[in-house]
Nanobody, 125 residues
Framework: QVRLVESGGGLVQAGDSLRLACVAS????????MGWFRQAPGKDREFVAS????????DYADSVKGRFTISRDNAKNTVYLQMNSLKPDDTAVYYC??????????????????WGQGTQVTVSS
């Protein structure tokens, strides 16, 4: 069992930056691909970004490419999402997710094994 706890959300203005963090406990994070998803009010949950177990391979939704950066620190069992140039359309609850596997390169089309409880990001115009 893996427990994921997100932090770092908040209320910011358009153009600002935020860094989300997700700390995993229960099992070592190094064997899991990690990712971030988001869900805006009235919309389905969508893929944002993911990173493989080693940090060598990352994947991003087109809507965040060039603005968001995912990274991980396996020694700290933590994955980060640096969000720059935030837009009102980025407003959503952001969820951390993980999937077991050395060969998992992206969570864009794979169902995660575990989810965090989510952290709210609100971007005002």
């Amino acid at each position: 069992q893996v427990r994921l706890v997100e932090s770092g959300g908040g209320l910011v203005q358009a153009g600002d930056s935020l860094r989300l963090a997700c700390v995993a406990s229960g099992r070592t994070l190094s064997v899991y691909a990690m990712g971030w998803f988001r869900q805006a009010p009235g919309k389905d949950r969508e893929f944002v970004a993911s990173i493989n177990w080693s940090g060598a391979i990352s994947d991003y939704a087109d809507s965040v490419k060039g603005r968001f950066t995912i990274s991980r620190d396996n020694a700290k069992n933590t994955v980060y999402l640096q969000m720059n140039s935030l837009k009102p359309d980025d407003t959503a609850v952001y969820y951390c997710a993980s999937r077991y596997g050395w060969d998992v390169e992206s969570l864009a089309t794979m169902r995660p094994d575990y989810w965090g409880q989510g952290t709210q990001v609100t971007v005002s115009s």
